[in-house]
């Protein structure tokens, strides 16, 4: 039923991303991708007028590592190790998103009407993707983590914190997905 | 840190950038489909995820188990608190929901080639920044 080449079983893949988080705690270290945001703001020259950046990056090396490995992976896994074969959706989600204009993904992990470069010319999605990015960076730094920092590391640690951010990035998703996507879709 | 230290850290990513792509988590329709309930796959990898990593801490708690450098093995709690939790993690699933990927896949997703996804670092780099300009003056 799963085949390498095709959508990984989440059983697998869950594993997987435990082993991930455990192997950098083995490291010395702790697993959370957003801190390489705020790293890159610091090598960007953000420390020379706000505190918050005044750090030395260098520490953080070992992450921006992990984050050029996470790229190649991404780069290698897309076009040695799938068939193309992937992303098979609920007929209902399907049918969901034909009703918003979002063609069914035949294989593709992102839609073309929001990632592809015909898409990204019109000033609509610029503004979609610009948004959803400003979320992304400011609400993951103002909770201290993301989903592997909190959802991951976190609850790996039974940490309340991380409960409560989970929690929140939930109520934020499911106001998204439920009410505002069909507005600006 | 030197280059052979860092090699063990790529390839830690390199596995992750795979596993991520493979299981379809950097995937806007499946963050759509988890949102709307209508498929167990996303729920079953941040389940097995935990779970795997909950068994392993524990392990290493009871076991005092010491790092690759033979230094005991601490990990930080996190700081106490609420309401920055609550709505930073609002405001992070907002985003989450509508462009689809979270700071590790907006990564992978660079290296998968698509486009798009340098415009959602931009804004998230951005994000960050004036999260440090404001960060003062927001209830924590």
Request: proline residues 3%; aromatic residues 14%; contains cysteine.
């Amino acid at each position: 039923m799963y085949s390498f080449y095709g959508t990984w079983p989440w059983y697998i893949s869950g594993f997987l991303i435990g082993a991930v988080m455990l192997t950098l705690i083995f490291f010395g270290k702790q697993f959370g991708m957003s801190s390489n945001l705020r790293t890159l703001c610091t090598m960007a020259g953000a420390g020379k007028n706000v505190d918050f950046f005044k750090f030395d990056w260098r520490e953080q090396k070992w992450n921006l590592a992990v984050v050029l490995g996470a790229i190649l992976g991404g780069f290698a896994a897309v076009h040695f190790l799938s068939d193309g074969s992937g992303v098979h959706l609920n007929p209902k989600t399907v049918e969901q998103l034909a009703a918003m204009h979002i063609e069914a993904p035949n294989g593709k992990l992102g839609p073309d009407s929001l990632f592809s470069w015909e898409a990204v010319k019109t000033p609509k999605t610029v503004l979609i993707l610009f948004f959803g990015g400003l979320l992304i960076g400011f609400g993951t730094r103002y909770a201290g983590g993301c989903t592997s920092g909190h959802a991951i590391s976190g609850l790996s640690n039974l940490q309340k914190p991380s409960l409560i951010a989970v929690v929140g990035f939930f109520i934020g998703g499911l106001i998204m997905a439920h009410f505002l996507l069909p507005l600006i879709f | 840190m030197r280059f052979l230290d860092l090699i063990k850290f790529l390839l830690v990513g390199f596995v992750f950038g795979i596993v991520l792509t493979k299981s379809e988590a950097v995937s806007w329709y499946r963050i759509y489909e988890m949102f709307h309930f209508q498929s167990f796959h996303m729920y079953g990898i941040i389940g097995v995820a935990v779970v795997t990593g909950v068994i392993g801490v524990q392990l290493i708690k009871r076991n005092q188990m010491k790092d690759i450098k033979g230094l005991p093995i601490e990990i930080a709690d996190k700081e106490k608190g609420f309401l920055r939790y609550i709505i930073g993690g609002t405001l992070f699933g907002l985003g989450w929901g509508l462009v689809g990927s979270c700071p590790g896949p907006i990564f992978i997703l660079l290296g998968a080639g698509f486009y798009g996804i340098v415009i959602v670092l931009i804004g998230a780099l951005l994000g960050t920044y004036l999260y440090g300009v404001f960060k003062n003056k927001l209830p924590h």
